[in-house]
């Protein structure tokens, strides 16, 4: 089970930082990924990071701007979101995926919290 936590109203040009705490599950094991859906959208591909953590891959809308990161010890993912745009305003989804190879596609994912909202105000 995936809880994702930390979501909020933010000013533009603010930061939030989003937490992914698993249970029943060796965290580790799996690829980890970050998604985001606005109202009337499809969900969006936001950032993934390998089992070990030492990779990572940022999507275009938030390179630059967002950083990913994971505690296996602690079993949590994290997002650092900084500069926030309104634009980024959406529900923010952690979903976790039971293999070594990285994708940004959601139906490759098994396992969804569910979801943290994310308000930026301009």
């Known amino acids: 089970q995936l809880q994702a936590s930390g979501g909020g109203l933010v000013q533009a040009g603010g930061s939030l930082r989003l937490s992914c705490a698993a249970s029943g599950r060796t965290l580790s094991r799996y690829v980890l990924a970050w998604f985001r859906q606005a109202p009337g959208k499809e969900r969006e591909f936001v950032a993934t990071?390998?089992?070990?953590?030492?990779?990572?891959y940022i999507g275009d809308s938030a390179e630059g701007r967002f950083t990913i990161s994971r505690d296996n010890a602690k079993n949590t993912m994290y997002l650092q979101m900084t500069r926030l745009k309104p634009e980024d305003t959406a529900v923010y989804y952690c979903?976790?995926?039971?293999?070594?190879?990285?994708?940004?596609?959601?139906?490759?994912?098994?396992?969804w919290g569910q979801g943290t909202q994310v308000t930026v105000s301009s």
């Open positions: 990071i390998s089992g070990s953590g030492r990779g990572t």
């Open positions: 979903a976790a995926r039971e293999s070594m190879m990285p994708t940004t596609r959601p139906d490759d994912f098994a396992y």
